[in-house]
T-cell receptor, first 113, second 116 residues
Framework: SQQGEEDPQALSIQEGENATMNCSYKTSINNLQWYRQNSGRGLVHLIL?????REKHSGRLRVTLDTSKKSSSLLITASRAADTASYFC?????????????FGSGTRLQVQP | EAGVAQSPRYKIIEKRQSVAFWCNPI?????LYWYQQILGQGPKLLIQFQNNGVVDDSQLPKDRFSAERLKGVDSTLKIQPAKLEDSAVYLC??????????????FGPGTRLLVL
């Protein structure tokens, strides 16, 4: 089963607006990562936030993590048409014995020019 | 730096046929992953290799799926026989050491499989 679940499933905004995507997860984690996937392409790593961090920035990206609520959000500021893609959160946990990432189902972002 | 290479990019087969996918990870990356991504879903791990040893294959349908990583570099994933529900994109990824969550995973472009 998926560990992370993104919300909303789909989001359509105008260029220049901000886009916010949320991710909820179920078990304790080591860290949470966000990936982007353009149509028909592989995934690209965007940002990693560790369980002892609350906020992290990278360019136009801002990620927050609330471990008490088991949730994270990804904010893309001043969106561009090129940001159109699917965005996935992925969690890494040391408690299950599994060592790979568990991905959510993704948010499909459409940025209208 | 060259990225993760996968081939073929697309494959169409009939059910009960066999198919194989190939992956060449980034040079020097010890850990290699195969994911299955069904349309509209996130990737699901099938198998993880550390060098040429299997770390996790708990979600690999072993009655029909097999994978190997000879010499700790390239890897092949095979499906035999294929079922309709195997239609998906098969993604290969690699990371430097595979220490849980401390490493970025680098993904290939994927192989899109359609089983008719």
């Amino acid at each position: 089963s998926q560990q992370g679940e993104e919300d909303p499933q789909a989001l359509s905004i105008q260029e220049g607006e901000n886009a916010t995507m949320n991710c909820s997860y179920k078990t304790s984690i080591n860290n949470l990562q966000w990936y982007r996937q353009n149509s028909g392409r592989g995934l690209v790593h965007l940002i990693l936030i560790r369980s002892n961090e609350r906020e992290k920035h990278s360019g136009r990206l801002r990620v927050t993590l609330d471990t008490s609520k088991k949730s994270s959000s990804l904010l893309i500021t001043a969106s561009r048409a090129a940001d159109t893609a699917s965005y996935f959160c992925a969690t890494a946990t040391e408690f299950t014995g599994r060592r790979a990432l568990t991905f959510g189902s993704g948010t499909r972002l459409q940025v209208q020019p | 730096e060259a990225g993760v290479a996968q081939s073929p990019r697309y494959k169409i087969i009939e059910k009960r046929q066999s198919v194989a996918f190939w992956c060449n990870p980034i040079s020097g990356h010890a850990t290699l992953y195969w994911y299955q991504q069904i349309l509209g879903q996130g990737p699901k791990l099938l198998i993880q290799f550390q060098n040429n040893g299997v770390v996790d294959d708990s979600q690999l349908p072993k009655d029909r799926f097999s994978a190997e990583r000879l010499k700790g570099v390239d890897s092949t994933l095979k499906i035999q026989p294929a079922k309709l529900e195997d239609s998906a994109v098969y993604l290969c990824a690699s990371s430097v050491t595979g220490v849980v969550g401390q490493e970025t995973q680098y993904f290939g472009p994927g192989t899109r499989l359609l089983v008719l």
